[in-house]
């Protein structure tokens, strides 16, 4: 036997043998003499070779965002058919949901890889795509608002937002107690009513949400005015005290006045002296909460002279 080759073919190990062992492509020839009657004849074999790899295209992707948790890989651009198969997998350990199939979904962020293997000529090709993730919310505080008393009966609650170059959607509701005047949806708002308010931001590009909660108290004290009932006034007794240490409240500030009676010395304390007749008022005020009530009183002239 005697086996030969040409072009880019290869022999491998002996070449006188009934078979031999070929590692290339080309035309191989095998001759064969009968040493007996010195006949010979030969034959010719074309060893082609298939080692084209498949086409492997990962494709679709996208970014996981707090609305959007699956994203789809799709290898529609690589090599189909009856000869080739499919492998997904997460180059970091992710997990893919059918790693086995054309397309896949995954849920986390990350470089995924595509196997495609020719199952005639067991040629693979490889192919990555990466997956990103945007879930991070922003950060959302509320100022510490002022406190509601007699005086300011609303107050402003201003959120603050960080980062503030996102597009956001705002959303206040009340917890307990409170009442919002005007929009909910902007980032202050108005209130007229103690209790606790809750404030939700969405950022609209990745639908994350983060929200605050803030309380606004009312400081606001129950004052009341009141005035002894004076004794009229006499002869004997031209004039009077009256007294308003009766009234209500805390740190209180006292102010008397009168139109058609006549007050002596000062008319900014509890009680005041007065000489005549006539309708005396006393306003009292909560120095802290500004909370006042108002009170009034006639005093009368018992002092008609008797006949002689």
């Given at each position: 036997y005697r086996w030969s080759t040409s072009g880019t073919g290869r022999i491998e190990g002996a070449t006188d043998r009934d078979s031999a062992i070929v590692s290339g492509p080309g035309f191989y020839n095998l001759q064969i003499?009968?040493?007996?009657?010195?006949?010979?004849?030969?034959?010719?074999?074309?060893?082609?070779?298939?080692?084209?790899?498949?086409?492997?295209?990962?494709?679709?992707?996208?970014?996981?965002?707090?609305?959007?948790?699956?994203?789809?890989?799709?290898?529609?651009?690589?090599?189909?058919?009856?000869?080739?198969?499919?492998?997904?997998r997460g180059l970091s350990g992710q997990a893919v949901t059918s790693p086995g199939a054309l397309s896949t979904q995954v849920r986390r962020a990350g470089a995924y890889e595509l196997a495609v293997t020719n199952t005639v000529n067991h040629c693979v090709s490889l192919d990555t795509i990466t997956v990103a993730a945007d879930t991070t919310p922003v950060r959302v505080s509320i100022d510490v608002p002022r406190e509601l008393n007699c005086i300011n009966r609303s107050v402003s609650l201003n959120s603050r937002v960080t980062p503030s170059?996102?597009?956001?959607?705002?959303?206040?509701?009340?917890?307990?107690?409170?009442?919002?005047?005007?929009?909910?949806?902007?980032?202050?708002?108005?209130?007229?009513?103690?209790?606790?308010?809750?404030?939700?931001?969405?950022?609209?590009?990745?639908?994350?949400?983060?929200?605050?909660?803030?309380?606004?108290?009312?400081?606001?004290?129950?004052?009341?005015?009141?005035?002894?009932?004076?004794?009229?006034?006499?002869?004997?007794?031209?004039?009077?005290?009256?007294?308003?240490?009766?009234?209500?409240?805390?740190?209180?500030?006292?102010k008397w006045s009168t139109s058609n009676g006549k007050i002596v010395?000062?008319?900014?304390?509890?009680?005041?002296?007065?000489?005549?007749?006539?309708?005396?008022?006393?306003v009292v005020r909560d120095s802290i909460t500004q909370c006042l009530d108002s009170a009034e009183v006639t005093v009368r002239n018992d002092s008609a002279v008797p006949v002689a």
């Open positions: 003499d009968n040493s007996r009657n010195g006949c010979s004849n030969n034959a010719n074999v074309q060893v082609i070779q298939n080692s084209s790899p498949p086409i492997a295209i990962a494709g679709g992707g996208g970014t996981i965002t707090c609305t959007n948790t699956n994203i789809t890989l799709n290898g529609a651009g690589s090599s189909q058919g009856p000869n080739f198969q499919y492998r997904w170059n996102r597009t956001l959607l705002y959303d206040w509701t009340t917890l307990s107690g409170g009442n919002i005047t005007g929009s909910t949806t902007s980032p202050s708002i108005t209130v007229n009513r103690a209790g606790s308010y809750a404030l939700e931001v969405t950022d609209q590009a990745n639908g994350c949400t983060s929200g605050a909660v803030v309380t606004v108290k009312d400081s606001s004290t129950t004052v009341r005015a009141v005035i002894a009932a004076p004794a009229p006034l006499s002869c004997t007794q031209p004039t009077a005290e009256l007294d308003g240490t009766g009234s209500l409240g805390s740190t209180l500030v006292f010395g000062a008319a900014n304390r509890n009680r005041l002296s007065i000489l005549g007749p006539g309708t005396y008022k006393l």
